[in-house]
């Protein structure tokens, strides 16, 4: 998996897998998402930044659905 740095409000991330199935796992634990395959990237997910009470439940489905 690669993060890749970001100056907005959100991260690229490359799951160097289709992100599809990925997005579908995030989607069912209530993590919405953006798949970026309409924009050529098929391995790609962009993730917004949560509020910070959040993030340890994010953080916890983003490993789940990498796993």
């Given at each position: ?35 970026m395959a309409a924009w ?6 962009r993730v917004s930044v ?18």
């Open positions: 998996v690669v993060v890749y740095p970001s100056l907005g409000n959100f991260v690229l991330i490359d799951a160097r897998r289709p992100s599809a199935p990925i997005y579908d796992a995030l989607l069912h634990k209530g993590v919405i998402v953006r798949p050529g990237l098929p391995h790609h997910i949560a509020a910070h009470q959040d993030l340890p439940r994010v953080i916890e489905a983003l490993n789940q659905a990498l796993a």
